[in-house]
């Protein structure tokens, strides 16, 4: 053995090597269930948030979720889907475009500093600020002053600050819109409307790196340590003693647990290792709705899945009989309860069952009428060839399958469904006009009001800098949702919504296929779990049981 | 010796050098715009969308974009960011950690079931043990990862707790320390331990009918020496050929068996990586993945020479 002496050598020191790296890090994780000193924190399920904990930077559900836990919003919103203040005293206006909003007293920041008024307009004209990149950005394009801050591509802002935002007292800001907008008490409770402390900026005046993994809110929860994106499993978060509001009875500590399958997560939920599952997968729906008893829960979630139409870039889909036609020509009720396990409603309005504004079957052409529809089909002269494009990388093939199956069958058209890599690569290829069909199209609501599912979908405004990809415009819809936009009372508003929205029905620039619902389960740990309307828990609510 | 291994890790830098660049390439010529990828449904703000590529050098020519990352790499040892400002080498550090964990984990399940059975079989040629040994790995080489993985976290992780209350195999994550790695490991080792088991027993089968087998029986040695010094040493040389491979493969190709038990680990995020064009994520992955292919080779080459003396390297 003397020549290989020097080869054990070494191949025993690699494997020694791998063996101690192997080990390193496995002592030092945390145990879910034993963190936090004797109390069992109520887990609950999320995926990998995308950004850091930055609320001005998060516009997706996985980080909203936390931070619905640590920030405390202005309004929250009630059971009749009306938002009432929460963390604000007042919010009143008289003519919708100069809003006070007063705070209530005693809050404070999880340092134990006050909040203020300051603290608001800093982190609106933070996210506003062309510069700062922040992805929330388009929800302050309504307060006086956006352009300044935001002037668009290649171009320099000439603010810092929007001159809508006036800090008039320490518990007093008044923001004035561009134009008056009767919804905007409405928009306060999303996540971009948190306020932010001064010490979340750096030297250079940018948000810092440190708060983004720990975020200091002034809500029910504070982060316990920073959390490590990519790296840390969890998310560990305890009551803040000091918070004014009402606190969860007899629990603590709050655990987000991070996953990266449903599946997975709905196995945990079985073996009691996770308390709240929000996103239960379709397959395990019927299994779920027996393991779970009354721990099972369907609820109507404000999201919409469309068929969209290409309106500005073909002319064969002009004629709105030929959508009515395609659209009658869909059996929403099978393709949902189906395709979707049920997890999914049929449409029946442009808006969805979750917000004020719904009408039930006031969509006339979403009602299953195969016959009719191929009488209507015919006479309009529809396209006999129709292309159905949709995102590969989002579990839509099915669905889509199935419209091109009913398409083909009742229109007797030939249908062929087209995969795109993304979502983005549908509306680049409409762009560069590489692709005409019918593409499929989502929208989550960016805040619980029935206009959202208006302007940034169909107003003309929205072509191009919005979500109207289609290119719909209609000079008399533009104006009622504008009167809507204007009206000082709730009540006369949503009047003019609704009449916005027949003429949608009418016309169906856009064919809605399904509503989405919120398929929910809890363990037998914890009881009395709600949702709000953007699919966060009311976690000042939640018992042990 | 020594000369023979710094030549191999000097050979290893520019086999490094092309992966990287290699890599880079392959992820940047993916249709798609990350940026966008960023914004999911809705169409990102042009003018955020331009900040933030200008921000990620995502304007830049190819060659400029690798130039930013590799002098990063090689003057600051920065491995870059992704694109929620992450840096790419605090993301390595604790998924490559679970991974490790997983891929040794499984390794070594592989290697003593594996070479267990082998053996096992091998001795029994022809017999009912050796049939029935070769009809269950084939079984096992023919059950896909995906259903074992299901199977055995629904029967082990949920089924087990609820019937007994005893909390032994964890359903996913790795809260349960070295025990997390159980059932994973052995999802993931699975289909290996088939290949192992035919290989060794093939190997061993072969060695068993050679000359100096026969002249160590015929010298009198037990049949424990004859067939672990002279019969299982030299038939080890294949197998750990094997091994030293599936270890790069188990590494990154876990994607499967990471995401069913949940365990945050390289493979998954190699996936999201490509699939949200995160070059510098990818690049600095797959960058230990080469790195750790080629160290695993230079141990398997170091052992031939521990197994036959008659190798020699100098």
């Known amino acids: ?545 | 010796m020594g000369r023979y291994v710094i030549r191999r890790l000097i050979q290893a830098i520019p086999v490094l050098l092309g992966a990287t660049l290699l890599i880079f390439c392959i992820v940047f010529a993916l249709p798609g715009d990350p940026i966008a990828a960023l914004f999911g449904d809705k169409r990102p703000d042009p003018a955020i969308a331009e900040i933030l590529r200008e921000q990620y050098h995502l304007n830049d020519p190819l060659l400029l974009q690798y130039w930013y990352y590799i002098s990063g790499v090689l003057f600051r040892g920065d491995f870059g960011v992704n694109f929620a400002d992450v840096p790419v080498s605090q993301i390595m550090a604790g998924k490559f950690q679970v991974t490790l964990n997983l891929a040794l984990t499984a390794l070594v399940m592989e290697a003593v079931i594996g070479v267990g059975l082998g053996l096992w079989a091998a001795l029994r040629r022809g017999r009912a043990t050796d049939t029935m040994i070769l009809a269950s790995t084939l079984l096992l080489i023919s059950v896909p990862t995906l259903v074992t993985g299901f199977v055995l976290q629904l029967i082990l992780g949920v089924k087990l707790k609820q019937w007994t209350g005893l909390d032994i195999f964890p359903v996913a994550g790795t809260f349960a320390g070295w025990r997390s790695y159980i059932v994973p490991g052995f999802v993931l080792a699975g289909v290996s331990v088939a290949y192992l088991t035919r290989l060794t027993r093939t190997s061993l089968v072969e060695t068993l009918r050679a000359d100096y087998i026969r002249t160590a029986t015929a010298k009198g040695l037990s049949r424990r020496r004859v067939i672990g010094r002279h019969g299982l040493r030299n038939a080890l040389i294949p197998l750990v050929t094997y091994l030293g491979a599936d270890l790069g493969n188990l590494m990154g190709g876990a994607v499967i068996t990471e995401t069913i038990f949940n365990l945050q680990g390289i493979g998954n995020q190699l996936f999201n990586s490509v699939y949200l064009r995160e070059q510098p994520v990818v690049v600095g992955i797959v960058t230990v993945l080469v790195l750790i292919y080629i160290l695993a080779n230079l141990v398997v080459d170091l052992l031939y020479a521990v197994l036959d003396p008659r190798i020699r390297y100098e």
């Open chain 1, 1 to 545: 053995m003397r020549v290989t002496k020097g080869a054990q050598i070494v191949a025993g020191t690699a494997l020694l090597a791998l063996a101690v790296a192997a080990c390193g890090g496995g002592a030092s994780e945390s145990g879910g269930t034993a963190a936090g000193g004797g109390e069992t924190p109520v887990r609950m399920e999320i995926g990998e948030p995308q950004e850091l904990l930055n609320p001005q930077n998060t516009t997706e559900t996985e980080g909203s979720e936390v931070l619905a836990a640590v920030f405390s919003p202005l309004v929250r919103y009630d059971e009749n889907k009306q938002p009432v203040e929460e963390a604000a005293e007042s919010i009143t206006t008289t003519d919708s475009k100069v809003w006070t909003i007063k705070l209530k007293a005693g809050y404070t920041w999880h340092d134990g500093t006050p909040v203020t008024a300051a603290d608001y307009a800093r982190a609106w004209n933070y996210a506003a600020l062309q510069d700062n990149a922040m992805s929330s950005s388009y929800f302050f394009g309504r307060i006086d002053g956006y352009e300044d801050v935001h002037p668009g591509e290649g171009k320099t802002p000439s603010a810092k600050e929007m001159k809508g935002l006036k800090v008039v007292d320490d518990s007093t800001l008044e923001v004035t819109l561009a134009a008056p907008f009767s919804q905007f008490k409405t928009m306060l409770g999303y996540t971009a409307f948190y306020p932010m402390p001064a010490s979340a900026l750096g030297s250079d005046g940018k948000v810092t790196q440190a708060y983004g993994e720990k975020p200091i809110g002034q809500g029910l929860f504070k982060v316990d340590k920073p959390y490590k994106k990519g790296t840390d499993p969890t998310i560990e978060l305890s009551v803040y003693d000091k918070f004014p509001g009402k606190k969860p009875a007899g629990w603590t500590k709050l655990q987000f647990k991070v996953y990266t399958s449903s599946e997975t997560a709905w196995n945990d939920l079985q073996a009691e290792n996770l308390d709240i599952h929000d996103s239960l997968p379709a397959t395990a729906i019927s299994t779920a709705k027996q393991v779970l008893g009354d721990r099972y829960f369907d609820e109507p979630d404000a999201s919409l899945g469309y068929i969209g139409v290409p309106l500005k870039y073909n002319k064969e889909y002009e004629n709105a009989d030929v959508r009515k036609a395609i659209s009658m020509a869909i059996d929403r009720k099978t393709i949902t309860d189906t395709v979707f396990s049920g997890t999914r409603a049929p449409a029946d309005d442009f808006i969805n069952p979750a917000i004020p504004g719904y009408r039930q079957g006031a969509c006339e052409a979403c009602a299953y009428n195969p016959a009719e529809a191929k009488k209507l089909y015919e006479s309009a002269g529809g396209p006999k060839t129709i292309e159905l494009g949709y995102n590969a990388d989002g579990g839509h093939k099915e669905w889509i399958e199935a419209v091109a199956n009913n398409l083909r069958a009742n229109l007797g058209i030939e249908v062929t469904p087209k995969p795109f890599e993304k979502f983005q690569g549908i509306l680049d290829a409409l762009d560069a006009k590489e692709y005409k069909g019918l593409f499929r199209m989502g929208w989550a609501i960016d805040y619980p009001s029935p206009e959202n599912y208006l302007t940034p979908i169909f107003g003309t405004g929205s072509i191009g800098t919005g979500s109207n990809y289609g290119g719909y415009s209609n000079k008399e819809f533009d104006e009622l949702v504008a009167k809507g936009d204007q009206a000082t009372d709730a009540a006369e508003g949503m009047k003019f919504y609704q009449q916005a929205t027949d003429i949608l029905n009418k016309e169906l620039p856009y064919i809605p296929i399904y509503f989405y619902r919120s398929n929910f389960g809890h363990s037998t740990k914890i009881k009395n779990v709600k949702l709000n309307l953007l699919n966060q828990i009311n976690w000042a609510d939640v018992e042990k049981a």
